[in-house]
Nanobody, 122 residues
Framework: QVQLVESGGGLVQPGGSLKLSCAAS????????MNWYRQAPGKQRELVAA???????NYADSVKGRFTISRDNAKNSVDLQMNSLKPEDTAVYYC????????????????WGQGTQVTVSS
C-alpha cells in the first residue's frame, strides 16, 4: 500500500506564487508517472500537469508557461511550482501517482492523495 501526502496549498493574491509538494511512501519499487489534478466547485477534476519517470512533461493549456512540474525519483516526490496565479486557478489540487510497482505486489497500481486547497483571491 502506498500513501501520498500533499503540502503547500494556501491563500495567495492574483499574480502570486505557490509551490505544491507531494511525497509518496510505502514499499515502492518505481512510479511511472506523477501527476497533479485539480477540481473546482461544480466542475470536473482535470489534469493540470504530468511527469514520467524519464522526465517527460505535459501541461494543461490553461497553465502552460505559468506552472512547472518536477520530480525526484530517489525521494518519490513531485513538486508543482505555480506562478502568475489567477482566480480561476482556485481549486483543490490532488497528487496522483500512476503505474506504481510495489515490493511483493504483482502488476501496477494507481493512488490519490487527499488534496490541498489553493485559493487565489484579493
Amino acid at each position: 500500500q502506498v500513501q501520498l501526502v500533499e503540502s503547500g496549498g494556501g491563500l495567495v493574491q492574483p499574480g502570486g506564487s505557490l509551490k505544491l509538494s507531494c511525497a509518496a511512501s510505502g514499499s515502492i519499487l518505481s512510479l511511472y508517472a506523477m501527476n497533479w489534478y485539480r477540481q473546482a466547485p461544480g466542475k470536473q477534476r482535470e489534469l493540470v500537469a504530468a511527469i514520467t519517470s524519464g522526465g517527460r512533461t505535459n501541461y494543461a493549456d490553461s497553465v502552460k508557461g505559468r506552472f512547472t512540474i518536477s520530480r525526484d525519483n530517489a525521494k518519490n516526490s513531485v513538486d508543482l511550482q505555480m506562478n502568475s496565479l489567477k482566480p480561476e486557478d482556485t481549486a483543490v489540487y490532488y497528487c496522483n501517482v500512476e503505474g506504481v510497482r510495489e515490493r511483493g505486489v504483482p502488476g501496477r497500481r494507481d493512488y490519490w492523495g487527499q488534496g490541498t486547497q489553493v485559493t487565489v483571491s484579493s
